[in-house]
């Protein structure tokens, strides 16, 4: 099946600091990813949409300016945290689709502790 | 809204038996319904997609159904293993570009 690849796994940062993490489909072309975030016990919760070669859209409530995301290719997406606070603290985790396919594939996740 | 509803938050059962699932959905049917599973601190896994015009779906150990008239989804686990134990997590999805809406998930226990 279609693998999809984050990177970093697991990260640690500072108050005020950026955070970026990359979302890769390692063997085929995603012309959708979508960025999700899940907080313990609870479920996926979608963040934004991004479509290869245009702006992201966000779902309500999302600060388009702390969540920077760029889909500059069909295989790499990436998500910004910028000036991280300890409420950011959360498990990312990306998908991707075909266009015109139904089946989503998830990256493995990223662990994002902010101190 | 459209609203995906796994109400049990856990479930357990006795290895070789079926486990049962259950996913309900609000308002109008969805194109299709997919199920995941997720093991802690990684990712979902794509198990099953079942279309709003299929009653039935059957992969190896795993069934799902799609019963429009009830509002609802069923995932059957038969012969259950301790390694099914994960969490299961039903979406809702639609044709074209739209996102899944997932719900909270059951973790299921297969006690040896």
């Known amino acids: 099946g279609a693998v999809v690849s984050q990177h970093p796994s697991r990260v640690i940062c500072k108050s005020g600091t950026s955070v970026k993490i990359e979302c890769r489909s390692l063997?085929?072309?995603?012309?959708?990813m979508f960025w999700y975030r899940q907080f313990p016990k609870q479920s996926l919760m979608l963040m934004a949409t991004?479509?290869?070669?245009?702006?992201?859209?966000?779902e309500q409530g999302v600060e388009k300016d702390k969540f920077l995301i760029n889909h500059a290719s069909l295989t790499l997406s990436t998500l910004t945290v910028t000036s991280a606070h300890p409420e950011d603290s959360s498990f990312y985790i990306c998908?991707?689709?075909?266009?015109?396919?139904?089946?989503?594939?998830f990256g493995p996740g990223t662990r994002l502790t902010v101190l | 809204s459209q609203k995906i509803e796994q109400n049990s938050e856990a479930l357990n059962i006795q290895e070789g038996k079926t486990a049962t699932l259950t996913c309900n959905y609000t308002?109008?049917?969805?194109?299709?319904l997919q199920w995941y599973r997720q093991d802690p601190g990684r990712g979902p896994v794509f198990l099953l997609l079942?279309?709003?015009?299929?009653k039935e779906k059957r992969k190896e150990r795993l069934k799902v159904t799609f019963d429009t008239t009830l509002k609802q989804s069923l995932f059957h686990i038969t012969a259950s293993q301790p390694a099914d134990s994960a969490t299961y997590l039903c979406?809702?999805?639609?044709?074209?570009?739209?996102?899944?809406?997932f719900g909270k998930g059951t973790r299921l226990s297969v006690i040896a």
């Open positions: 998908s991707a689709r075909v266009h015109g396919d139904n089946e989503q594939f």
């Open positions: 063997d085929f072309q995603a012309t959708t």
């Open positions: 991004s479509n290869e070669g245009s702006k992201a859209t966000y």
């Open positions: 308002n109008y049917s969805p194109a299709y």
């Open positions: 079942i279309r709003e015009n299929e």
């Open positions: 979406a809702r999805g639609n044709s074209g570009n739209t996102p899944l809406v």
